[in-house]
């Protein structure tokens, strides 16, 4: 279990580097928006991971306020998506097409 | 194991904040900055300090994150997002700064770090002095008891946030414009768990704060978080004027733990000397109050807010 | 009782602030007064107290450093509270005019102008290396905010660069934060300096702390962002800026250099901080000669001033820190009164563009005579504050052999002369339409509107600081830094 | 390498792309993002630099880490609104363009 735990971990933070790809080309403010969400997800599983092998049960409060925050964040985000397109800018500018 | 988790944080953490600093659009940019506030909070975690992955991915992320997206959303909202391009000798000039600056903080740190004695003297005096308080984070104990003129000028520097960006708006604002909201099905049914599950949750660190990790601050945001939700969803609104109510909440923090801290010199105590755990948990609402209240406001960019009602 | 003094210095100011957040409008002033007017009240029995026993401590929350946060006031810290008080008060007194406390706009100016009154007062009390940085913020954003209030655009773009230039410089000093704690394990800044010595990284940890405070308080070549935020800012907020905001910086600079690195401050450096400030009083007076505005030149006028604070390290001795302080105080009164003045021939003239204002002194006579008086103190003339300091300091290199140091203040002197004489020449010019503007226009009723008085008030106090400066620099004697022998 | 010699190099790293892109960013905004960056990479030498009491690290630089982190907030909302501000007024989000007026 020692060695199991901090395995998952680092497999989970490769994971994010997986998921960074897809912040970094998009190609769509969505797509971006998309991954930072499963950042945040994987994050909490990390968070838990971190809480048992690190013996500090408080973290698993820390990932329950991940949780709460990715919800509102993804509102956040469509809310602004959204309130783009309503005033008929077209929410694709907003990521600037090509860095 | 654990060294190879600490390097792919660490590496996470500088590759961010190029992704969020260096080319690339804005959005991309604020998506980035959000997503290293994160990183941030992982790297918190491994270092010990759940009181701290809290309060970066609540305030650090989070309510940062709303903050920057609502400005980025109001500038493009006023067309003024173009870039202007720069000259190259002060890109070079500016990458020679940025390098020397890098390895110049490494040396020192790395120094600093090799050069550690016997631990800080004002940690241990902590470590010994908390027990005596009833509290069992030492956060918490630094915070409201040992150094609490810190806390007390912080909160006062969010009141004189607040007040300056109210003075930066003018009279004749009413309020900054929010994205109009919309009639999504889903987004009011999130709405309807998410905002009671915030005031619990806010309700539950501020609880746990005294013995665990959890406090005013981390409460403040997830409450400010929760009234960014209830705007973004359009069940509240940035109005005018602020009330009354709203007004006592901006500056309870401050005047309760003032109060609480003159009224003991009157009794002959210290200045600001916390007289009990009750009083802690007093000033820590009081804050928590302030902090949710101030940081909602500064989101709507408005003096105060309005509710809806129910269509 | 000093507790009591020692709180209400803070607390007074920032409960009034609040207040005035909450109650409603016609009720402002009533707090607005009762935060500003008790504050020279309160330091009474802390200045006698100073003068008895030359150190004041108290241990804030009952605990003492270094787990806790310890206030202490020497002579240094009183004079500049002292300072702050009048500044607060007099200041406070004129901008009644222009922010009525009842007015919608006057509401947001009061609570920002109590929560810097008390930010600064927190500040001179201070001894805890972060809870400077604290209350640095909280004097940065107050400002900043008071900058703003009127919302012209050049205003807002100085305010812009302000605050990230002083963002910037406050990570700086909290970069030299964290390395003193990690070393010396203490945040107060009395025993972190016993703790330490002169190894790379205590001395790493001072000048990164040093380049931060050097932006804040805008000492050449890092006076960039000074000028155009004191030039477009509202008339009280620009005498408060100049007078106080700037000067914590330098006095924290102080701070750093003769009590915390007392024993162990790099000798080469000093002559280093001294020729940035030879370089701020040469180039400010230039360039204040240079301005076709009246008050973009006493902005310049402050880059100038700022300078020979920073002279105090090569200077280094009771004298030279006697001059030092004793200008600050005096550039302080002076510097406050000028803009006060300015700011009103702005008012009532439409335009402070140089080449516009000639005969001002017709329907301006109060807001001349201040001009003039607050001139007489910056230019170092006899009697005046600025003359006791100035003679000072120029003794202080002398005795020393500072040949160079003795030019720099001479030629500042000349510059500034020339500078200031400029202006009043051009108000006492009689136009070559003097018909015109002599009919057009009678004596201004606002010439002689009580908040010329008070700018009146600030010029000849500056005067008075050179008639009776023994006691203050008796006190100042009292309040050595560690290290210097009277 | 040790895990504090980890935390150092990355927090230095940070500081000076924060720093570079501070320099060269001529959008209000992203500077703004690059001082906040900074923030949290001197939080994270704070913090390491104090060492370990008993095996855990120092508690008090957290605290003030704490603090820092809404100290940040403040200064970042304002400044957020002083630049929507000076957008709404002049039309720019940079201090580059400025023909800085002596009106």
Not at chain 1, 19 to 35: C, E, H, I, N, Q
Not at chain 2, 56 to 83: F, K
Not at chain 3, 306 to 318: A, E, H, I, K, N
């Amino acid at each position: 279990m020692t060695v199991l735990l901090p395995a998952v971990v680092v497999f989970l933070l490769l994971n994010l580097v997986a998921g960074l790809w897809r912040v970094y080309t998009g190609p769509s403010a969505a797509d971006r928006m998309l991954s930072a969400l499963l950042f945040g997800s994987t994050t909490v599983a990390i968070l838990l991971l971190l809480a048992q092998w690190q013996d500090s049960p408080a973290l698993r409060v820390a990932a329950l306020l991940f949780v709460m925050l990715a919800a509102i964040t993804s509102i956040a985000f469509v809310a602004m998506v959204q309130g783009g397109a309503a005033r008929r800018q077209p929410a694709t500018r907003a990521n600037g097409t090509k860095s | 194991m654990s060294l190879a988790i600490d390097l792919l944080i660490a590496t996470g953490l500088v590759v961010l904040a190029w992704q969020a600093l260096v080319g690339g659009s804005l959005f991309r940019g604020i998506v980035m900055f959000i997503v290293f506030g994160l990183t941030m909070a992982l790297a918190w975690a491994r270092l010990g300090s759940p009181d701290l992955a809290m309060a970066e991915a609540a305030i650090g992320a989070g309510v940062t994150g709303a903050l920057l997206m609502i400005a980025y959303w109001r500038l493009r909202a006023l067309g003024a997002n173009r870039p202007a391009p720069r000259s190259p000798l002060r890109a070079r000039v500016a990458l020679g700064v940025g390098l020397l600056s890098a390895v110049l903080v490494a040396m020192i740190g790395l120094a600093a770090v090799g050069a550690i004695g016997p631990g800080g003297e004002a940690g241990q005096a902590l470590a010994e002095a908390l027990p005596a308080t009833g509290l069992g984070n030492p956060i918490t104990g630094v915070l409201v008891i040992f150094r609490n003129l810190d806390t007390l000028l912080e909160v006062a520097v969010l009141l004189a946030a607040y007040v300056a960006s109210r003075a930066v708006m003018g009279d004749d604002k009413a309020a900054l414009p929010l994205p109009p909201a919309q009639d999504a099905p889903l987004v009011g049914a999130l709405v309807a768990v998410l905002a009671p599950l915030a005031v619990l949750v806010a309700i539950y660190l501020l609880k746990a704060g005294s013995q665990l990790p959890g406090g005013a601050f981390q409460a403040g945001a997830v409450l400010a978080a929760g009234g960014v939700l209830l705007m973004l969803a359009g069940r509240l609104h940035p109005a005018p004027l602020c009330g009354v109510g709203l007004r006592i909440a901006l500056v309870a923090g401050t005047v309760v733990f003032s109060g609480v801290g003159l009224i003991m010199l009157a009794l002959g105590q210290p200045l600001l000397a916390i007289p009990g755990t009750w009083a802690v948990y007093l000033i820590e609402t009081a804050m928590m109050i302030s902090i949710g209240a101030t940081l909602v406001l500064l989101f709507a960019g408005s003096a105060g807010l309005t509710g809806t009602p129910r269509r | 009782m000093i507790a009591e003094a020692l709180a209400g210095l803070v607390f007074l100011p920032l409960l009034a602030a609040c207040a005035v957040a909450v109650v409603p409008k016609r009720a402002v002033g009533v707090f607005v007064w009762s935060g500003l007017l008790p504050l020279p009240a309160l330091l009474l029995p802390l200045t006698e107290a100073v003068w008895r026993e030359g150190l004041v401590r108290l241990a804030v929350a009952g605990f003492a450093s270094p787990l806790g946060i310890e206030w202490r006031v020497d002579a240094l810290a009183l004079v500049v509270l002292w300072l702050n008080a009048l500044i607060a008060v007099f200041v406070g007194l004129y901008a009644a005019r222009d922010y009525p406390p009842g007015s919608a706009r006057g509401g947001r100016f009061w609570a920002l102008w109590l929560l810097l009154t008390s930010a600064m007062n927190a500040l001179l009390l201070s001894a805890d290396l972060f809870n400077l940085f604290v209350t640095l913020e909280l004097v940065t954003l107050a400002a900043i905010g008071l900058l703003v209030i009127d919302g012209k655009p050049a205003a807002l773009r100085a305010a812009m660069r302000y605050l990230l230039l002083a963002l910037l410089g406050s990570l700086f000093y909290l970069l030299g934060v964290a390395l003193i704690y990690g070393q010396a394990g203490t945040l107060d800044l009395y025993q972190a300096g016993e703790r330490l010595g002169p190894g790379l990284l205590p001395v790493t940890a001072l000048v990164l702390m040093t380049m931060g405070l050097l932006v804040k308080s805008a000492i050449f070549p890092l006076h960039g962002w000074l000028p155009a935020a004191h030039g477009n800012a509202p008339g009280p907020v620009s005498a408060v800026l100049s007078a106080m905001v700037v000067k914590v910086s330098v006095y924290l600079i102080w701070r750093l250099w003769l009590w915390l690195a007392a024993d162990w401050q790099p000798a080469w450096a000093l002559p280093l901080l001294g020729l940035l400030g030879a370089g701020a009083i040469l180039y400010g007076s230039v360039l204040a000669f240079l301005q076709v505005r009246l008050k973009m030149m006493v902005a310049y006028s402050t880059v100038a001033q700022l300078g020979y604070l920073m002279l105090l390290f090569p200077l280094l001795g009771p004298l030279g820190y006697s001059a030092a302080s004793y200008h600050l105080l005096s550039h302080g009164l002076a510097k406050a009164a000028m803009f006060l003045a300015v700011s009103n021939i702005l008012a009532v003239m439409g335009t402070d563009r140089l080449d516009r204002l000639a005969g001002a002194d017709r329907r301006l006579p109060l807001d001349t005579l201040t001009l003039a008086l607050a001139g007489v103190s910056i230019l170092g003339l006899p009697p005046s504050g600025g003359f006791v300091s100035k003679w000072l300091m120029l003794q202080a290199a002398w005795a020393i052999d500072g040949w160079l140091w003795l030019a720099v203040i001479l030629a500042g002197g000349l510059l500034a002369a020339a500078y200031l004489f400029r202006p009043l020449a051009v108000l006492c010019a009689r136009p070559a339409t003097a018909q015109a503007a002599d009919d057009g226009s009678p004596p201004s009723a606002t010439g002689l509107h009580w908040s010329g008085v008070v700018a009146l008030l600030l010029a000849l106090g500056a005067l008075a600081a050179g008639l009776a400066p023994a006691p203050v620099l008796a006190l100042l004697e009292r309040g050595l830094p560690p290290g210097i022998l009277p | 390498m040790s895990h504090a010699e980890v935390w150092v190099i990355a927090a230095a790293a940070v500081f000076g792309i924060g720093l570079y892109s501070l320099l060269i960013a001529s959008h209000l905004l992203r500077q703004l993002i690059a001082i906040k960056v900074m923030g949290s990479a001197i939080f994270l030498v704070l913090v390491v630099a104090a060492g370990p009491i008993d095996g855990a690290l120092d508690g008090l630089p957290k605290a003030l880490v704490l603090t820092g982190i809404v100290i940040a907030i403040s200064a970042i909302a304002f400044a957020l609104a002083l630049l929507v501000r000076l957008a709404e007024v002049t039309g720019s989000t940079s201090l580059e363009d400025e023909a800085d007026d002596d009106r």
